[in-house]
């Protein structure tokens, strides 16, 4: 067996592992993934990332991603403290400033994802700066406050939670398989696919496990954690009514949390959240844990212990303590998701002309 044959076998068989756990408990198997295993992703992928520059042309491009990051940790302050209800309250909607208001953080979304673009592909300080204040431009033509349609919802709940976790994995597997040609990613990439309607359709009516009051807790985060993402989506694309607007209400909780539609897609998230983790942490040979700075190395550690500290102490602190962490990673990322993205169509061009024929293979 060859080791890229023996890292596919081992990420599908992770990918397997993943969907059984998100089968049998997938609220609780969603939280400790994300509590355990997230804390420390953030914090070593955006050690990666530094190290190669954040895969864009320019030098201090990432500055951009990180102001924005920081505009939107300070608007999610505002929101969790109830300084914008002061606000909105007080004064006229004209007079709030900016970036308290809902639409600025779809504006700065849609600049640092587009803008992404320009920093992945072009050198020219010019020329991307010219482009940035053009996306800029446009952005605040298409949202306006309180809007609500599908772009908004793209940008303020799917890219940086599903998206990011699932379709961005699917890309770099895909891309992996045929940047080197290789059949068994190719298969890995399959398993990953079938995973989800696995989840879907086998054991549609059981429930293995169900929720303890303590996973309910957390997920609803005081309001402030995941359970927002699932009404959402119930809501927009599976038409479920709920009685009241609060996720903590007991009956918006119940549709939630027992509900079939609601385990169904709990199995989805709990699936793509463990496998996005567990795959990051297989790739040995693309973090080099032995080649990180060890003063880099001790930060991280002791980073990712206060927080996981933080979050057993009180899992809704967790969330507030790491939201620019995780929501930063999220956008350091963007230039390496178009990079794989051509690079996925730079390799069908060069399959379509010379076949899928195998590379060199390290054994």
């Not at 790739?283 to 933080?310: C, D, G, M, N």
Request: charged share 15%.
């Amino acid at each position: 067996m060859t080791k890229d044959t023996r890292i596919n076998t081992i990420n599908i068989g992770l990918m397997l592992f993943s969907c059984v756990a998100a089968f049998i408990m997938p609220f609780e198997v969603f939280l400790f993934a994300y509590a355990v295993l997230g804390p420390l992703h953030y914090l070593t992928e955006i050690s990666w990332l530094h190290d190669r520059n954040y895969f864009s042309k320019g030098k201090y491009d990432y500055i951009v991603l990180l102001i924005i990051g920081v505009l939107i940790a300070l608007q999610a302050l505002a929101y969790q403290t109830h300084f914008v209800d002061y606000l909105i309250k007080e004064y006229d909607l004209d007079e709030v400033p900016a970036i308290f208001r809902n639409d600025f953080y779809n504006k700065i979304m849609f600049v640092a994802f587009f803008g992404a673009i320009l920093m992945a592909f072009v050198k020219n300080a010019f020329i991307k700066i010219g482009g940035l204040l053009f996306i800029l431009v446009i952005a605040n033509a298409i949202f306006l406050p309180n809007s609500d349609d599908n772009l908004t919802f793209f940008l303020a709940a799917l890219l940086p939670t599903l998206v990011h976790v699932y379709v961005f994995t699917g890309i770099f597997i895909l891309y992996g398989a045929l940047k080197v040609r290789s059949q068994s990613g190719l298969w890995s990439f399959l398993v990953f696919v079938l995973c989800p309607l696995l989840l879907f359709y086998l054991f549609r009516d059981e429930s293995f496990v169900h929720i303890t009051n303590y996973g309910k807790d957390a997920y609803i985060g005081k309001g402030e954690g995941f359970a927002s993402l699932n009404k959402d989506i119930l809501e927009r694309f599976f038409h479920v009514s709920f009685p009241a607007d609060n996720v903590t209400n007991e009956n918006t909780s119940t549709i939630l949390f027992t509900s079939q539609l609601g385990i169904l897609l709990m199995r989805f998230i709990a699936f793509a959240y463990t496998y996005h983790y567990l795959n990051w942490f297989s790739k040995t040979e693309i973090i080099r844990w032995h080649q990180v700075p060890k003063a880099r190395f001790v930060v991280v550690i002791i980073l990712w212990v206060a927080s996981l500290a933080i979050y057993a102490i009180d899992y809704a602190k967790g969330l507030q303590w790491l939201f620019f962490l995780s929501f930063c990673h999220v956008l350091l990322e963007f230039p390496l998701n178009f990079t794989s993205m051509a690079g996925i169509g730079k390799e069908l061009s060069s399959i379509s002309k010379g076949g899928f024929k195998p590379l060199a293979t390290a054994k």
